[in-house]
């Protein structure tokens, strides 16, 4: 047989074929009345307790407050598919919007959670999308932090001391605008940064009460260290394309740029692919 005539065979058996189907799309997710919903989580005493906040699109809204709880605050929503939802494992907690991803191009959406956490040692952990975050963590006693998220506008604050040793701050982003500042105050031993091509500020400011070691990981953005004077630091840039600036205080040696001071040491590793990077007080 013709291997014209065959092919036109196939195409209409084909053609007959696909007339029998259809294809259901996914129905769009219609926003509804916004509902506000209370979120609270009964503590453990003084023990640590794990507690992982999953958070899609929206405002997210961190501070101290719970007391004994472990978390007490709210949550503004106007799709169903937000509603939180809340985990519990031993003395490990999850708050998450487990329909968040099975929303369909929404529009109009409202997703405010505004948490207040408990006084209790908490090994925190904050998973987030594309969002609006103003996290105060003063005076919170915080074994590790970690936050990690997409395209954000991230301000987050330690205005008080860390009663506590961190062991370890990690925070991963994407091309983001994110400022940690009092991050003396966290009282960490590690902390670990990474960014794409964002602005990112990194202030220091606060009560260094023990040596910090910073390792910070940055693409083509913006990076600003704000180190006070009088704190012993040290900052290492391995980068050939970044430009870097530093106030009076410091002395450059090669890649290596020294603030003399007393006291505890920070002790900074900087990787960018380029950019800009300043070093000020």
Same mark, same amino acid.
């Given at each position: 047989m013709n291997v014209k005539i065959i092919s036109a065979i196939l195409v209409l058996a084909l053609a007959s074929m696909a007339c029998g189907f259809?294809?259901?799309?996914p129905k769009q997710s219609?926003?509804?009345?916004?509902?506000?919903?209370?979120?609270?989580?009964?503590?453990?005493?003084?023990?640590?307790?794990?507690?992982?906040i999953s958070f899609g699109a929206g405002t997210l809204k961190l501070s101290p407050g719970a007391g004994d709880a472990l978390v007490d605050g709210t949550a503004v929503y106007n799709f169903e598919e937000l509603k939180p939802e809340i985990v519990k494992e031993n003395d490990s907690v999850e708050i998450k919007q487990s329909g968040f991803?099975?929303?369909?191009?929404?529009?109009?959406?409202v997703n405010e959670w505004d948490l207040n956490l408990g006084t209790m040692p908490i090994d925190l952990t904050?998973?987030?999308?594309?969002?609006?975050?103003?996290?105060?963590?003063?005076?919170l006693s915080l074994t590790n932090l970690t936050v990690k998220d997409g395209a954000a506008n991230v301000d987050l604050s330690f205005s008080e001391p860390n009663?506590?040793?961190?062991?370890?701050?990690?925070?991963?982003? $994407? =091309?983001? *605008?994110v400022e940690l500042t009092g991050l003396a105050n966290a &009282?960490?031993?590690?902390?670990?940064? @990474?960014?794409? /091509?964002?602005n990112y500020t990194l202030d220091f400011t606060g009560d260094l009460v023990r040596d910090g070691i910073v390792k910070v990981e940055a $693409? =083509?953005? *913006?990076?600003?260290?704000?180190?006070?004077?009088?704190? &012993?630091?040290?900052?290492?840039?391995? @980068?050939?394309? /970044?430009?870097?600036?530093?106030?009076?205080?410091w002395t450059q040696n090669g890649s290596d740029y020294t603030q003399d001071g007393e006291g505890s040491e920070l002790t900074i590793i900087v990787k960018m692919a380029a950019g800009n990077l300043t070093i000020t007080d």
């Open positions: 259809s294809i259901d799309l219609e926003p509804g009345p916004e509902v506000k919903e209370s979120i609270t989580v009964a503590g453990t005493g003084s023990s640590e307790m794990r507690l992982t991803k099975n929303l369909f191009n929404p529009k109009d959406i904050i998973n987030a999308g594309a969002y609006n975050g103003t996290f105060e963590l003063g005076g009663p506590i040793e961190m062991s370890i701050l990690r925070y991963e982003t $994407g =091309a983001s *605008d &009282n960490f031993s590690t902390l670990m940064f @990474s960014g794409g /091509a964002g $693409g =083509a953005g *913006d990076v600003q260290l704000v180190i006070p004077k009088g704190v &012993n630091a040290k900052v290492t840039v391995e @980068s050939t394309l /970044a430009s870097v600036n530093h106030s009076s205080g």
